[in-house]
């Protein structure tokens, strides 16, 4: 049966088969799995102060403090402080040669005020473009943080039988979104040099999620999580009386009819076929006016574009600013088109035979029965900018739903919970990961 599992995963990774499927040490294993699982009511700890204490994109001052504070209890971990402002970045050398790991966590809260009866439920408030803001984790970056703490515990428990480097990065501003003047803290982090001295290998990560069943995990080679990119339009013309519409040029009309025009372009321009063919345009904001009886000079239409291929990402944006400028010259108005694109995040592709080959080991954490490959999302993350690098990345999805028979509120909703027992498998994911993709490549495995 050895054998034969062995050709197996050879084959449908198509590397050679003394080196596909090398597996971690069973004893070494185990241990990183009985120190993760220890280390549990730490992680519940660390997660609920900071659940209770959120901090907005690049302002992570005191939740970078909070972890600085947590890793310099850990015995081996050298911590490095400042990196893209709030961001950090700690180092735990193992006993012995190996590659280099790096495991991602994001620290970032979002300006939304949870509805829950929490007893850790956030009352914190901050400035969010010029207004004070709730703000808490309703996208689960506390727990990211939390788990990535009880796994740096964990591996640090075993520094001296590890065969190999782990570099824990805990990230601000995954949050802050393209279109703003700052690049998503990942980029940032990238650009601050963070996957070298030592150079990194491989960087993992994970994001939880209340879509299914706590504590199974979700993965998928190649493709996972689309591009995002913000567009513009402002147009410009003459405004005037309502009872006189013929003595103006208001541009409202325009605005509308680009609004439409705008949604035929995933039906009819870009290409469902290829491989990642799944392109969103949405319209999110059209503005225009203050008063029934007075035409507007100035209209203003924002969306969103989101792909899983840089073809159709490419054709969306040339039809939106085609589209926008043929119709406000159409109507005798100027249009002004601008698209930001991604400062961070193009679309997350996760390395196909990296992926496989770390699909043992988390079902050697959440169960065999617990793993299973999903289907591309729209959704977006700027995780992916760590693999435009070069380096492979690997990503996937921790369920934690707090219903035991249906899904849980979704991310960025003020009602998203989870269910924390499923961090005890969060923290199993990554050291199990952490463990085969050291011993993957030692065996020579790419």
């Given amino acids: 049966m050895k054998v ?38 730490d992680v519940i700890a660390w997660r609920r102060h900071l659940h209770q204490h959120p901090e907005l994109a690049y302002a992570e001052v005191e939740t970078a403090r909070y972890i600085a504070a947590a890793l310099a209890r850990i015995p081996g971990v050298e911590v490095q402080t400042g990196i893209a402002r709030t961001g950090i970045k700690a180092v735990l050398r193992g006993g012995k040669p190996g590659p280099v790991v790096a495991l991602r966590a994001d620290m970032d809260a979002l300006p939304v005020e949870e509805r829950n009866d929490l007893p850790f439920r956030s009352t914190a408030k901050a400035a969010w473009r010029g207004q004070e803001v709730s703000v808490s984790h309703v996208c689960g970056h506390d727990t990211h943080v939390a788990m990535l703490l009880g796994a740096a515990q ?19 501003a995954e949050e802050i979104g393209p279109g703003a003047e700052n690049p998503s803290g990942a980029l940032a982090m990238v650009k601050a040099g963070v996957l070298e001295n030592p150079k990194v290998d491989v960087v993992l990560g994970q994001h939880i999620g209340a879509q299914a069943p706590k504590g199974s ?37 325009a605005a509308a009819e680009i609004a439409l025009g705008l949604q035929n372009i995933v039906s009819h321009r870009t ?57 406000a010259a159409s109507y005798g108005v100027k249009a002004d088109v601008r698209i930001d694109t991604g400062g961070g995040y193009g679309v997350l592709v996760n390395d196909a035979p990296t992926t496989l080959a770390l699909v043992d080991a988390l079902k050697a954490a959440a169960g065999k029965d617990k793993v299973a490959e999903i289907l591309p999302s ?69």
């Fill in 4 to 41: 034969l599992r062995s050709f197996l995963c050879a084959a449908a990774i198509g590397i050679p088969m003394a080196s596909a499927c090398a597996a971690t040490p069973q004893p070494l294993l185990e241990r990183a799995l009985a120190l993760s699982d220890a280390a549990e009511p």
């Fill in 271 to 327: 290409n469902p076929t290829i491989d990642g063919g799944a392109t969103v345009v949405t319209v999110g904001m059209l503005q225009s006016g203050n008063r029934f009886n007075i035409l507007p000079e100035t209209a203003e239409l924002s969306g969103t574009v989101r792909a899983l291929s840089a073809q159709n990402q490419k054709v969306a944006h040339e039809q939106i600013r085609m589209k926008a400028e043929h119709i």
């Fill in 217 to 253: 995990i979700s993965y998928r080679p190649g493709a996972m999580l689309a591009s995002i990119d913000v567009f513009n339009i402002k147009l410009n013309g003459a405004g005037g009386h309502g009872a006189a519409p013929w003595a103006a040029n208001s541009p409202m009309l």
């Fill in 378 to 446: 729209m959704g977006s993350e700027d995780f992916g900018a760590f693999g435009g690098t070069g380096v492979p990345v690997v990503f996937w999805i921790l369920n934690a739903s707090p219903y035991p028979d249906r899904a849980g509120p979704t991310n960025h909703s003020p009602l998203f919970t989870i269910d924390e027992s499923a961090m005890r498998i969060g923290v199993r994911a990554l050291t199990s990961a952490t463990l085969a993709q050291m011993t993957r490549a030692r065996t020579g495995a790419r």
């Fill in 154 to 172: 964990a591996l640090a428990a075993m520094r001296e039988d590890l065969p190999g480097t782990v570099v824990f990065l805990f990230q601000p």
